[in-house]
């Protein structure tokens, strides 16, 4: 069970700021300036269900800080997770030139039943690489992910890649595969929707580990909201 939430932990937390719902890879963008990304999303596996927010906004012009919150639901297993995360763009992406940027975040988890504590911080490089324009586009992330709680402590090497591709300006779809925790690779397919132009999105996606579909599927329904300010 523990392992099942520590991924479930991750998939919802990551460093935002990405592509948009349901991608979970960042991407070499930000929102534009004086503007925030505000997403609300719900994952449902078989055995946990978890509640998410992530608020990402510009202040600077090339970067975007973020607030993640999040509760998982589940087996006794109940626990709160909240993030802080900062994306800088040191090129965006065109539809025939290639971005690249940098993302740190760190998050907390806690288990209500025995007020256990984690924590997991995650530094990785971004690059997007046009495929046709920018219809289609290519995003990898390859950094350090490290996890710590009472009883282990673990170090890895992330690695995620997202194929992402816009049919018109109004409908989305993306195919993706990235490691967590203990190197356990995941993937996950989606698609998005806008549904009032530069404001509202809705999202859903469903993936699952490699090799253990029938144990850890899950299921995301979400959506967007893109205020100024």
């Known amino acids: 069970m523990k392992v099942i939430l520590l991924l479930i932990g991750l998939m919802g937390l990551m460093p935002n700021g990405y592509a948009g719902r349901p991608i979970e890879t960042d991407d070499a963008s930000v929102t534009a300036l004086r503007t925030c990304q505000l997403d609300f999303w719900t994952e449902t596996s078989l055995e946990v269900r978890q ?4 608020g990402g906004c510009n202040f600077l012009g090339n970067g975007e800080f973020s607030l993640g919150l999040g509760a ?6 109940d626990q709160t997770l909240s993030s802080l995360g900062y994306k800088h763009i040191f090129k965006h992406f065109t539809d025939s030139t290639a971005g690249y ?14 007020n256990e504590s984690s924590q997991e911080t995650l530094l990785t490089t971004i690059a997007s690489v046009p495929l046709s324009s920018e ?3 290519l995003h990898l992330n390859l950094g350090y992910l490290q996890y710590r709680d009472q009883t282990q402590h673990d170090n890895s090497i992330f690695k995620a890649a997202a194929l992402d591709y816009s049919l018109n300006e109004r409908i989305g779809f993306s195919v993706e595969t990235y490691s967590g925790v203990e190197d356990a ?7 998005r929707y806008t549904l009032i132009p530069d404001f509202l999105q809705i999202d859903a996606s469903y993936g699952s580990d490699y090799g253990t579909f029938q144990n850890a599927r899950a299921f995301t329904l979400g959506f967007g909201i893109t205020p100024g300010f």
């Open 72 to 77: 998982v639901h589940g087996n006794q297993e």
């Open 101 to 114: 940027g940098l993302a740190a975040s760190r998050e907390w988890g806690r288990l209500k039943s025995t």
């Open 185 to 191: 690779l995941s993937w996950r397919i989606g698609a």
């Open 135 to 137: 219809d289609s586009l």
């Open 51 to 54: 509640d998410n927010f992530n």
